[in-house]
Nanobody, 125 residues
Framework: QVQLVESGGGLVQPGGSLRLSCAAS????????MGWYRQPPGKQRELVAK??????????NYADSVKGRFTISRDNAKNTVYLQMNSLKPEDTAVYYC????????????????WGQGTQVTVSS
């Protein structure tokens, strides 16, 4: 009923930038939290950044390792979340996954977390 499609990953040199996008489609009533997670090789998945917004507020959280370098944003009209990644480091190499907490247009409303398929980001010279 819901599909999340990611784009924007790739190979970049240290110090470079990439912008990830994740668009949701389907039987969507509303999207609450949106976030980006990553899974480095041989490690567990970890939170990178998360954004929650409503009519009156917007709240962003970042992992300490990416603060000041990464920026999360969202376009509610397009059901899309972005991750602008600057000053990339080799340790940022991972598969990046988007996540959205979505309420479906069902009766009664149902709300779940949905995940993208993952996009590879490799930072190497």
């Amino acid at each position: 009923q819901v599909q999340l499609v990611e784009s924007g990953g790739g190979l970049v040199q240290p110090g470079g930038s990439l912008r990830l996008s994740c668009a949701a489609s389907g039987n969507i009533f509303s999207i609450y939290a949106m976030g980006w997670y990553r899974q480095p090789p041989g490690k567990q998945r970890e939170l990178v950044a998360k954004i929650r917004s409503s009519t009156n507020y917007e709240d962003r959280n970042y992992a300490d390792s990416v603060k000041g370098r990464f920026t999360i944003s969202r376009d509610n009209a397009k059901n899309t979340v972005y991750l602008q990644m600057n000053s990339l480091k080799p340790e940022d190499t991972a598969v990046y996954y988007c996540m959205m907490n979505i309420a479906l247009m069902t009766a009664p409303l149902t709300q779940n977390d949905y995940w993208g398929q993952g996009t590879q980001v490799t930072v190497s010279s």
